[in-house]
């Protein structure tokens, strides 16, 4: 097993003392390895791996990887008595609280947890002989440690920036019920450490090895009493700052907002009212974490069935610049969910016969592209799943593998109506009549729902797609039938539409499919997301198009890598608009459709080309190819995270900046000019995230290098010209 823990017997303490070690496999703490990892682990990872180890004779165990330390007393109960981030020395935490909480036929009880600690600004090791379990709490029995298994069996298949499944190990507490009304329920806490970066992943099952149904209320599977961000005398607790050296992120988001913090369904900063020395004259400081849906799960257990809570990504910041923070964020979504770094060069063809995709397959082959996507508007439905419609498109896919492109087509789950018996039923009325987020819509839990999920994956597997367009998926509506089979009633309703949605990106994400959709499902199989734009603006100017595409990427890339966004090219009208704010002819305007081109994949940003043909004249045929190969001669590079350099406002030029801490190309920045004149002038080159110490090699697009000495804040100073209108590009070496 490639894990970094030797195996020495853990002692097997006296009953007389209220708690039990099991055997594992761990070694001792020393106190060399509190002062962490010395470098930086965002350009030098560090080469210590995650383990388990022992400390205090035996007390207590630690989880740490060099970057993060997680501590936990095993008696009188377990609890975490210090999570600290061992890059600047931060301990989080002020206050011991139970593990989790479930609620179980409306009673709430603790997972594991201390008390009697009477200062909760702050926790000190002498006190924890202390403090005492209460019984009739979820009561800690052993625990276990393996290898960490990929969430996902993640089929790749066309070119990624990382193919690897993340590295690490899975510590598993076990409890047991400590009243009698719940002997036989099961709860384990399960604790993800990743190698090389300072992220746990936390999440807890319940097993029900009882003789009766239960019903899980609410599940919340992590509470933290951390140290508060600020000193604030006065306001309510939504004004003021939460813990910025936390960064925590679950499974369970949507809403279609385009960015994680307005879709997250799950982060709850409270007040904590055991802190009475805080300085808040009201108590009201957000200093208590717990993580939980909102709504439900209300989901109802069986004997010997199980239940898995949504899993909370936890990453320790070690700054406030927001380059940083984001570059953080996003080396978090490269190690847990590799399938977005998969990034096919794709084509949204609208296509009205079965020639036209064939002709549309010929053009991506010719230009060097990889995928084509039957758009929506396209002839392709893929609820039609007659023998002759299932046919015909394994002709086309058939003809389209041939070529070497793969190819997928859209769907539309919501937004739209279906009968007042599958429709999604308003808790207050009773009646289908808008109660959805979209107005009237389907519930995925209803008899048309449950076909309509096995119509998309017969569909696919028999036609042998490669991608799934999935439009509207589900965006979290409750329903209150009580006659839809994939859920009992209002409260398990969003709950059991979320895994079903969720286990459809799982299963086409395990089959080799590609999946595009609008919102916050990457963690548990989507590739791709929007970069976030307003669809209305590509009815307005080429010129108005090219600055705000930009503004888009600029601002779309804080948090999120370029290979899981999608952008937007109409080639043709979209939203309305006038001849000026399309394309086509593509030959008449050649200059626009380059320069759209190069903003997209010099982010490393796949648009929706969407259109009948990706070129209509052989000038526009080796325009296109250019792109693309210029696009493929760079990948590497133009995959990896952006630094920003200025945002696009019209006055002056605006670039963002590759970087990459491996290869030859360590850069490439991307340099735009949106005046009618040429700017020329000094753009000085952040190389900190490149790696490079002491010199870097810049060429001016393919002309020659010149060697560069970097200053003591790892900048560079290159004079550049751009044209007017228009962009260049810089290569570091």
């Known amino acids: 097993m490639k894990v970094a823990i030797r195996k020495l017997n853990c002692c097997l303490l006296t009953s007389l003392m209220g708690w039990q070690l099991a055997t594992g496999q761990v070694t001792a703490w020393t106190a060399t390895q509190e002062k962490g990892y010395s470098s930086d682990w965002l350009i030098n990872p560090p080469a210590q791996k995650a383990e388990v180890l022992t400390n205090d004779k035996g007390k207590e165990l630690i989880l740490s990887n060099g970057l993060l330390k997680r501590v936990f007393r095993l008696q009188p109960n377990l609890a975490c008595v210090s999570f600290k981030n061992l890059s600047n020395g931060q301990e989080l935490l002020r206050s011991i609280k139970a593990e989790a909480r479930i609620h179980i036929d409306g009673k709430e009880y603790p997972v594991g947890g201390l008390y009697g600690q009477k200062e909760n600004a702050y926790l000190l090791p002498a006190w924890l002989d202390s403090l005492k379990a209460h019984g009739s709490d979820f009561q800690y029995q052993s625990y276990t440690v393996s290898a960490l298994k990929p969430y996902l069996d993640w089929k790749p298949v066309g070119w990624a920036g990382n193919r690897q499944p ?43 090895n009882s003789s009766h149904v239960l019903r899980l209320d609410r599940v919340v599977n992590e509470i933290l009493g951390v140290v508060e961000e600020e000193s604030s005398v006065e306001g309510d607790k939504e004004q003021m700052a939460t813990q910025h050296g936390l960064y925590v992120e679950t499974n369970y988001a949507f809403n279609n907002a385009g960015v994680y913090h307005l879709s997250d369904q799950t982060t709850h900063w409270k007040a904590d009212s055991t802190y009475t020395s805080q300085v808040h004259y009201r108590y009201q400081t957000p200093c208590l974490l717990e993580i939980y849906p909102e709504k439900g799960p209300g989901v109802v257990l069986a004997p010997g069935e199980s239940f898995h809570s949504v899993r909370t990504q936890e990453l320790l910041i070690d700054s406030y610049d927001r380059e940083r923070r984001g570059l953080s964020i996003r080396r978090m979504y490269r190690t847990i969910a590799p399938w977005t770094t998969e990034n096919p060069i794709f084509m949204h063809l609208i296509s009205r016969n079965d020639e036209e995709v064939r002709q549309a397959v010929d053009q991506c082959a010719a230009t060097g592209y990889e995928m084509l996507i039957l758009s929506f508007g396209s002839h392709c439905n893929i609820e039609d799943t007659t023998e002759q419609n299932i046919r015909r498109w394994k002709a086309l896919a058939g003809y389209a593998h041939q070529k070497g492109i793969r190819i997928g087509g859209y769907s539309l789950f919501s937004s739209r109506r279906i009968s007042d018996s599958d429709d999604v039923i308003d808790p207050v009325t009773g009646k289908p009549d808008a109660a959805a987020f979209f107005g ?26 490669d991608l799934l367009e999935h439009d509207g998926p589900y965006p979290g509506d409750v329903c209150a039938s009580v ?53 209305v603006n590509f009815a307005l100017s080429r ?9 888009n990427i600029y601002d779309g890339l804080w948090n999120k890598i370029p290979s899981m966004c999608w952008g937007f090219v109409p080639l043709t009208e979209y939203h309305g608009g006038g001849p000026e704010s399309v394309l086509e002819p593509l030959s008449e305007h050649l200059t626009d459709y380059r320069q759209l081109m190069m903003q997209y994949y010099g982010a490393g940003v796949q648009a929706c080309y969407r259109g009948p043909r990706l070129y209509d004249t052989d000038s526009t045929r080796r325009t296109v190819s250019r792109v693309i190969g210029w696009y493929k001669q760079h990948r590497e590079i133009l995959n990896g995270d952006i630094i920003h350099l200025r945002r ?17 190309e360590r850069g490439l920045a991307l340099l735009y000019n949106p005046l009618d004149r040429p700017v020329e002038q000094d753009i000085e080159l952040p190389l900190y995230y490149t790696g490079l110490g002491q ?39």
């Not at 409890?175 to 604790?191: E, F, I, K, P, T």
């Not at 709950?495 to 994400?509: A, D, P, S, V």
């Not at 696009?648 to 030859?664: E, K």
């Not at 010199?695 to 010209?721: C, I, M, N």
């Open 166 to 208: 993340a590295a690490g190990i899975l510590l598993t507490f076990t409890y047991r019920a400590g009243v009698d009304s719940l002997r036989g329920v099961v709860v384990q806490v399960h604790y993800e450490l990743y190698d090389g970066i300072p992220l746990i992943v936390k999440w807890l099952s319940v097993d029900n």
């Open 440 to 465: 009237q819509a389907p519930c995925l839990g209803s008899r048309w729902g449950l076909s309509y999920l096995e119509k998309i994956k017969y569909f696919i597997s028999q036609a042998g797609f």
């Open 483 to 535: 006659t839809h089979p994939g859920h009992k009633g209002l409260e398990d309703s969003q709950w059991k539409q979320m895994e079903l949605q969720k286990g459809l990106y799982r299963w086409c994400n395990e089959h080799g499919v590609y999946v595009n959709a609008p919102d916050w499902y990457i963690l548990d199989g989507a590739n791709k997301m929007p970069l976030g734009y307003r669809e």
């Open 695 to 733: 010199t870097a090699k810049v060429r001016v697009e393919d002309g020659p290098a010149r060697v560069y000495t970097l200053d003591r804040s790892f900048h560079v100073t290159v004079k550049v010209k751009i044209p007017a209108s228009g962009y260049t590009w810089l290569v570091i070496e």
């Open 648 to 664: 696009p406002d019209g006055n002056d030029w605006d670039g963002i900046m590759h970087v990459a801490t491996t290869g030859r």
């Open 543 to 551: 010129a108005q198009q090219k600055i705000l595409n930009r503004q």
